[in-house]
């Protein structure tokens, strides 16, 4: 965290000093630098927002409600900056009892680890159904090439893959929702797409059958 920590701080420190340094610099400069430190202050605020996540889930489930993940993922569409991704959609009823705040932020980061990692304008699947009893999430992408020794470290914080090298993400989205999905009981199935890209299935337990963590 602190080394992540490190690269906001790097940027905006090198732009006050360039601006600093020159005993010329004129008002487009200054405005130059304060856009450079705005940007970097978003991704450090981010950072820390995600590391507050994962640190509140360590105290297991605080919420406890009935939630459709069809309703969680038409509202993370309609809100998600897609590009020129294409979605493909197939939502039916699929109820889970837990924190709704928490299964929106699950949905949304699968989401946002689609079009991220993504070729442009490639195509992302997101489906939700109920199985015997369980409701099950699965998000799918096109995108480049991943081995399936690596699908397993992608979940760990940090961890940037092949050309996910961008720090546009805090490197934290797939860490809080294996995070999420713990507290929830559910289960994680990532496994990689024959032709480039990766599909994401989370399984929650049937209602009053859930074995995550929980308090209160």
């Known amino acids: 965290a602190s080394h992540e920590l490190r690269t906001p701080l790097a940027v905006m420190r090198a732009a006050v000093d360039v601006v600093l340094a020159d005993p010329d610099a004129a008002a487009d400069d200054l405005r130059g630098m304060a856009a450079d430190i705005r940007a970097a202050v978003d991704h450090a605020e981010h950072l820390i927002a995600a590391l507050l996540l994962l640190a509140r889930n ?49 949905v949304a980061n699968l989401v946002d680890n689609a079009i ?46 092949n050309d996910r090298t961008s720090h546009d993400g805090s490197g934290l989205g797939l860490a809080i929702v294996e995070s999420i999905a713990t507290i929830h009981g559910a289960t994680i199935d990532a496994r990689p797409n024959p032709g480039g890209g990766l599909a994401i299935d989370v399984t929650f337990p049937a209602r009053g059958q859930h074995s995550g963590r929980s308090t209160g």
């Open 116 to 161: 991220r990692y993504n070729h442009p304008a490639g195509d992302i699947w997101i489906s939700t159904r109920a199985i015997a009893g369980s409701s099950q999430l699965t998000v799918a992408n096109t995108g480049p090439l991943i081995t399936p020794a690596d699908t397993a470290r992608m979940f760990r914080p940090f961890q940037r893959l």
């Open 58 to 106: 360590e105290r297991g489930l605080t919420v406890r409600e009935e939630t459709d993940l069809a309703t969680a993922a038409e509202d993370v569409l309609d809100t998600a900056a897609l590009g020129d991704r294409q979605v493909h959609a197939t939502l039916e009823p699929a109820l889970i009892s837990g924190d709704p705040v928490l299964a929106g932020r699950l």
